[in-house]
């Protein structure tokens, strides 16, 4: 941030020390911050009581203070990270849909996402807050001058081919990736971070995956997704569980039924997995994918409401670009 800087911090009441530190930080630097107080329940009352005109109408006056805005920074640091269990997922969807607008500008915007460690989290991650603290700030706090190098190893390796493909158990899956720019995720927008990621030509990708990894969506842990795609769709789908949540989101648009994103995890700070997106998806020695919209940056057209991602272990895989191993079973190439 720099001097005359208009600055937006979306966090929860749980979040209220790192705000203030925060804040006072805003303030040495000559920036104005706001704080907007982020409240599950009070997000659930809202989307229970509207009614689907209300819900298809574009908030103008956030629209307006995103646009405005120079610096966005959100905080998640639930109270209840299951509030959205019982929704309609129809509410839900359309909601997306109508907020949409809001979401490319804020990505259009200085932006970071962060949590502030709290009971909730630990609680899904099965930690004591003590711990939980611990494995937020070994994630978080790496040199990450040494892991951009890392990852822009990765990154020039991949774009010096046009093509990627995930071998795993229960798992082949190939995409086409001339004309797309590999990203090396190294602690700019989202802390932690750590992969590198790309958006794969749309109609290209072929084959099956299989997800271990449990994740949370809409209030709902969906675990054990197997999708199949034929010329870059997804043409048969499975979940062990919350099979129902599976189906709401590949069923929000044209694009959500295709991949915006395959990425490598390459944060090995990280060692488990805590049912937390921001956390999961940077696992070190694992892939993942994510239905929906793409990313501008990396020459993405795959449009749609929702970007959901799904994590995959790779100790027992493989990722392939042209005829070379980049990674295997647990070491990059420059590793074997």
Same mark, same amino acid.
């Given at each position: 941030?720099? =001097? ?5 911090? =979306? ?65 998640? /640091? ?7 269990? %019982? ?69 020039? =390796? ?28 190294? %602690? ?5 971070? &750590? ?23 809409? &209030? =709902?842990?969906?675990? &054990? ?56 998806? !940077?696992? %070190? ?42 990674? /295997?079973?647990? !070491? ?5």
């Amino acid at each position: 941030m720099k =001097r005359g800087d208009m600055v937006v911090i =979306r966090a929860s009441p749980e979040a209220e020390d790192l705000v203030t530190a925060l804040t006072r930080e805003i303030g040495r630097v000559g920036a104005h911050p706001i704080v907007l107080m982020d409240l599950e329940d009070a997000g659930k009352a809202f989307i229970d009581a509207a009614d689907e005109k209300t819900l298809s109408e574009l908030p103008t006056h956030h629209l307006a203070m995103m646009e405005k805005c120079d610096v966005i920074i959100n905080i998640k /640091s639930p109270r209840n990270t299951r509030a959205m269990a %019982g929704m309609d997922p129809k509410k839900l969807v359309l909601l997306g849909k109508t907020m949409k607008p809001i979401s490319e500008v804020t990505l259009s915007k200085r932006w970071c996402l962060t949590v502030h460690p709290c009971n909730a989290l630990a609680q899904e991650a099965n930690m004591s807050l003590e711990e939980y603290r611990d494995f937020v700030y070994d994630a978080t706090l790496l040199d990450w001058k040494e892991e951009s190098k890392m990852m822009y190893r990765i990154k020039e =390796r991949l774009e010096s081919h046009n093509d990627v493909r995930f071998v795993g158990p229960e798992t082949d899956l190939y995409a086409k990736t001339e004309g797309r720019i590999w990203i090396a995720s190294d %602690g700019k927008h989202n802390l932690p971070s &750590g992969e590198v990621f790309t958006a794969p030509i749309e109609d290209t990708v072929e084959g099956k995956i299989y997800f271990d990894i449990p994740f949370l969506q809409r &209030g =709902r842990v969906i675990q &054990g997704v197997r999708l199949t795609f034929e010329k870059g769709e997804v043409v048969d789908f499975s979940a062990e569980k919350s099979e129902d949540t599976l189906k709401t989101i590949i069923e929000t648009d044209e694009g959500s039924r295709r991949l915006g994103e395959m990425a490598i995890g390459t944060n090995r700070g990280i060692k488990r997995y805590t049912l937390n997106m921001l956390f999961d998806e !940077k696992i %070190g020695d694992t892939i993942h994918c994510a239905l929906g919209r793409a990313y501008k940056e990396c020459n993405g057209t795959n449009d749609s409401a929702v970007h959901v991602d799904m994590v995959k272990t790779m100790r027992e895989g493989e990722v392939i670009a042209g005829d070379e191993v980049i990674y /295997s079973k647990g !070491k990059f190439f420059w590793e074997m």
